[in-house]
């Protein structure tokens, strides 16, 4: 799996920057408000590498003496520590903006170790006050999150980087919670010579639903695990429909799979189950668990050969790719006379189901598993 990374400016970012611009003693050390629990939950959380970027100008020389600065990092990434933070890696260059080197921010000469691969760098960020760290998140081809007034939105426009930068937050607050709305996702392009398969999902996201498959009924149920869910789901599928329905169905089911697992990250905090729904005359009963194994049991009957124009035979086909994508086991029961109210009812179940299993226990990140591993 791809890593992700938060590159976080210091100097006003994590701790305040005076007005000469050089935390060089403990007097002047001030951390940001919310900074500590903040980063603590993102790092129990996710699984964004932490790494501190940091133009520190002219360090090392009689202006700014190593020992001052030596004294201040030691004692902030102490402060840090005691809190449960650790940082993967810490960068620090000591140019002054005149000599214009590539390893200054916003160039990317410190981080080439992120740009020859490994890293998810689209799904990354660059967090800090300048505008700088916002071209830094351009160059790097991460997304950028800027500290400081909603007003700063006309210097990013002017900048041209107002597509670079995905939020301008006031506080640490406001960094976390976006992190926790957008950050537990996957994207997935699965692309053969039958079909062509774009799927996003957004497991903290309102449920809303962008779906074409050229299947009209298809569509239908894909909305219904997505609005009962609370999972945001968009989903464009292109494929030989003149042949017939199989290859669609079937790679739509893994590339949402596939998009569900990367969200899912390292599961810590997550409920794991899900557990039936009626509808009408029908009743389905759908017990999930996102534990790893991937496996489908399904106890389900349909009299007629197709609903709109998606043959019920590929009902039990959809599940079992997308239970073997995303490794996870799927019950599925379901009864009723009515033959679309019972398969709608087995999607908004699954729906129903998958909701409280990909919920976040915010007092509890620990793993939901007594192996230590899933």
Not at 67 to 82: G, I
Not at 252 to 281: H, Q, S, W
Request: hydrophobic residues 40%.
């Amino acid at each position: 799996m791809m890593k992700r990374a938060l590159f976080i400016d210091r100097d006003g970012t994590l701790i305040a920057e005076p007005a000469d611009e050089q935390v060089d003693s403990l007097q002047k050390l001030e951390f940001l408000p919310g900074v500590f629990r903040n980063l603590y939950r993102i790092r129990q959380y996710f699984d964004f590498e932490l790494v501190i970027v940091s133009n520190q100008d002219g360090l090392g020389t009689a202006a700014y003496p190593l020992r001052n600065y030596t004294m201040v990092q030691d004692k902030m990434l102490k402060a840090f520590s005691n809190e449960g933070i650790m940082f993967d890696d810490i960068l620090i260059d000591r140019s002054r903006k005149s000599e214009k080197k590539p390893t200054r921010k916003p160039g990317t000469g410190m981080l080439t170790k992120y740009l020859q691969g490994g890293y998810d760098l689209a799904g990354s960020y660059v967090i800090g006050d300048r505008l700088t760290d916002i071209e830094l998140a351009k160059n790097l081809g991460a997304k950028g999150i800027l500290i400081g007034d909603r007003k700063r939105a006309a210097e990013v426009k002017k900048k041209g980087l107002s597509r670079h930068c995905s939020l301008i937050a006031k506080s640490w607050d406001e960094i976390s919670d976006f992190l926790f709305s957008s950050g537990r996702s996957g994207s997935v392009l699965r692309q053969t010579e039958e079909t062509a398969v774009s799927v996003s999902v957004a497991l903290d996201g309102k449920g809303k639903a962008s779906v074409s498959t050229g299947l009209g009924f298809f569509n239908h149920m894909l909305e219904q695990i997505a609005k009962h869910s609370g999972i945001s789901v968009e989903i464009k599928t292109k494929g030989d429909l003149q042949v017939d329905e199989h290859h669609s169905i079937e790679d739509t089911a893994i590339a949402l799979g596939e998009a569900l697992l990367t969200a899912l990250g390292n599961k810590r905090g997550t409920g794991r189950y899900g557990f039936v729904l009626p509808m009408d005359d029908s009743l389905a009963q759908v017990a999930i668990d996102l534990g790893g194994r991937p496996w489908l049991v399904w106890e389900v009957s349909f009299l007629r050969e197709k609903i709109g124009d998606m043959p019920t035979e590929m009902f039990y086909h959809f599940f079992k790719s997308f239970a073997d994508a995303a490794r996870c086991n799927i019950n599925i029961k379901a009864t009723g006379d009515n033959e679309h109210h019972k398969a709608e009812a087995i999607f908004k179940a699954v729906g129903r189901a998958l909701k409280p299993a990909t919920a976040i226990d915010p007092l509890n990140n620990a793993l939901p598993s007594t192996k230590g591993l899933i």
